[in-house]
Protein backbone atom coordinates (compact mmCIF):
# COMPACT_ATOMS: atom_id res chain seq x y z
CA UNK A 1 0.00 0.00 0.00
CA UNK A 2 3.10 2.43 0.92
CA UNK A 3 3.88 2.02 -2.86
CA UNK A 4 0.72 3.71 -4.58
CA UNK A 5 0.29 6.88 -2.01
CA UNK A 6 4.12 8.03 -2.93
CA UNK A 7 3.89 11.23 -5.06
CA UNK A 8 6.02 10.84 -8.39
CA UNK A 9 7.57 13.77 -9.30
CA UNK A 10 6.67 15.07 -13.16
CA UNK A 11 9.41 17.51 -15.12
CA UNK A 12 7.36 19.87 -17.70
CA UNK A 13 9.03 21.57 -20.67
CA UNK A 14 7.35 22.65 -23.99
CA UNK A 15 7.99 20.54 -27.32
CA UNK A 16 10.34 21.11 -29.61
CA UNK A 17 11.57 20.20 -32.90
CA UNK A 18 15.26 19.14 -33.06
CA UNK A 19 17.57 16.52 -33.96
CA UNK A 20 18.18 13.82 -30.80
CA UNK A 21 21.79 12.87 -30.57
CA UNK A 22 21.37 9.26 -30.64
CA UNK A 23 24.88 7.52 -31.59
CA UNK A 24 24.54 3.82 -32.14
CA UNK A 25 27.82 1.41 -32.26
CA UNK A 26 28.07 -1.87 -33.45
CA UNK A 27 28.69 -4.20 -36.24
CA UNK A 28 26.29 -4.50 -39.40
CA UNK A 29 25.60 -4.01 -42.97
CA UNK A 30 23.51 -0.98 -44.84
CA UNK A 31 21.77 -2.23 -47.73
CA UNK A 32 20.16 0.37 -49.78
CA UNK A 33 16.28 0.21 -50.96
CA UNK A 34 16.76 1.24 -54.30
CA UNK A 35 19.67 0.22 -56.69
CA UNK A 36 20.53 0.35 -60.27
CA UNK A 37 23.38 -0.27 -62.75
CA UNK A 38 24.63 2.27 -65.15
CA UNK A 39 25.88 1.04 -68.33
CA UNK A 40 27.42 3.34 -71.60
CA UNK A 41 26.03 2.48 -74.80
CA UNK A 42 29.16 3.84 -76.07
CA UNK A 43 33.02 3.82 -75.42
CA UNK A 44 34.68 7.12 -74.59
CA UNK A 45 36.49 9.71 -72.23
CA UNK A 46 34.25 11.18 -69.57
CA UNK A 47 34.56 14.89 -69.81
CA UNK A 48 31.95 15.54 -67.18
CA UNK A 49 30.11 14.07 -64.01
CA UNK A 50 27.10 15.62 -63.02
CA UNK A 51 26.02 13.61 -60.29
CA UNK A 52 27.41 12.59 -56.73
CA UNK A 53 27.63 8.98 -55.22
CA UNK A 54 24.27 9.16 -52.92
CA UNK A 55 22.49 11.76 -54.85
CA UNK A 56 18.74 10.91 -55.79
CA UNK A 57 18.43 11.85 -59.32
CA UNK A 58 15.32 11.84 -61.58
CA UNK A 59 14.26 9.95 -64.99
CA UNK A 60 16.39 11.75 -68.01
CA UNK A 61 18.71 13.72 -65.77
CA UNK A 62 22.16 14.12 -67.49
CA UNK A 63 24.24 11.70 -65.15
CA UNK A 64 27.47 12.17 -66.99
CA UNK A 65 29.06 13.33 -70.67
CA UNK A 66 31.28 11.61 -73.22
CA UNK A 67 33.60 13.87 -75.44
CA UNK A 68 31.80 14.23 -78.50
CA UNK A 69 34.68 14.66 -80.64
CA UNK A 70 35.13 10.89 -81.87
CA UNK A 71 32.14 10.27 -82.68
CA UNK A 72 31.58 14.18 -84.60
CA UNK A 73 35.01 12.76 -86.50
CA UNK A 74 33.03 9.30 -87.43
CA UNK A 75 29.69 11.21 -87.96
CA UNK A 76 31.59 13.50 -90.54
CA UNK A 77 33.41 10.67 -92.21
CA UNK A 78 30.51 8.86 -92.85
CA UNK A 79 28.66 11.80 -94.34
CA UNK A 80 31.76 12.70 -96.74
CA UNK A 81 31.80 9.17 -97.89
CA UNK A 82 27.92 9.10 -98.84
CA UNK A 83 28.10 12.50 -100.67
CA UNK A 84 31.10 10.89 -102.60
CA UNK A 85 29.43 7.76 -103.32
CA UNK A 86 26.25 9.55 -104.24
CA UNK A 87 28.03 11.82 -106.93
CA UNK A 88 30.57 8.56 -107.90
CA UNK A 89 27.41 6.25 -108.14
CA UNK A 90 24.12 8.30 -109.09
CA UNK A 91 22.65 6.83 -106.15
CA UNK A 92 20.16 9.38 -103.70
CA UNK A 93 19.16 8.49 -100.22
Known sequence: ?????????????????KDMPVYL??????????TVSVRSRVDGQLIQVNVKEGQDVKKGQLLAQI????????????????VSDQARYGMRS
Open 67 to 82: DPRPFRAISSKVRRTA
Open 1 to 17: MAATSRAIPVAVSPAAL
Open 25 to 34: TGLGSVTAFN
